[in-house]
């Protein structure tokens, strides 16, 4: 027969997430007032200034990665990717020096030092509209929970109430039934 293993005494709660104290304070503030929370709106434009600041420079370098990283990421970039790659593979097949040349410089050259700095740089962009979306939407999703919460011992305590309430009804009926009707 074998036996249940002991059980396991619990660990205390380690925090593993990583967050800034700015969100830790609008988390704290939406679990002790949810009824005063506002959702926010984030798009990746509230948030493009953080990663290359907000002067013209700035927006122009995160407007420049990020519509570069979004058309690179099409098929059509894919179709001249592989164009590029063929017309090297027929360059070296034919012995063209020029044409191998021209397709080292575009493939290796072009694609790897400058496109793929590029790219990165989109994808940070990208990433960081994704978290500020993530921590509102954590705000939101805390706020949700603590009113849903709130609400459930609400009921808890209209259930008890309304138990309360048959009881006293069954007693004063059973009262009621025991007692022997007066003559007016």
């Known amino acids: 027969m074998e036996h249940a293993p002991p059980p396991q005494p ?12 700015q969100h830790r304070a609008e988390y704290a503030a939406a679990q002790a007032q949810p009824e005063a929370h506002k959702p926010k ?4 434009r509230s948030v493009a200034g953080q990663v290359h600041g907000a002067g013209p420079v700035g927006r122009f370098n ?10 690179v990421g099409t098929m059509w970039a894919a179709y001249a990717f592989t164009l590029i790659a063929i017309g090297g593979a027929v360059a070296v097949v034919t012995q063209n020096a020029f044409f191998t040349a ?6 290796q050259t072009f694609l790897q030092l400058v496109l793929l700095p590029i790219i990165i740089v989109g994808q940070n962009v990208i990433s960081a509209s994704q978290d500020a979306r993530a921590e509102q939407d954590h705000l939101t999703l805390t706020t949700l929970h603590t009113i849903n919460v709130q609400q459930l011992k609400l009921l808890e305590a209209q259930r008890e109430m309304l138990q309360q309430q048959r009881e006293i009804l069954d007693l004063m009926q059973k009262k009621a039934l025991h007692q022997p009707a007066r003559a007016d």
């Not at 619990?10 to 104290?21: F, G, L, M, N, Y």
């Not at 995160?62 to 058309?71: D, F, N, P, Q, W």
């Not at 021209?102 to 493939?107: D, M, R, T």
């Open 62 to 71: 995160t407007s420049l990665a990020v519509s570069i990283t979004k058309s």
């Open 41 to 44: 709106l984030v798009t990746s």
């Open 102 to 107: 021209l397709s080292v410089l575009v493939s």
């Open 10 to 21: 619990a660990r205390p709660r380690t925090e593993r997430r990583i967050s800034s104290a």
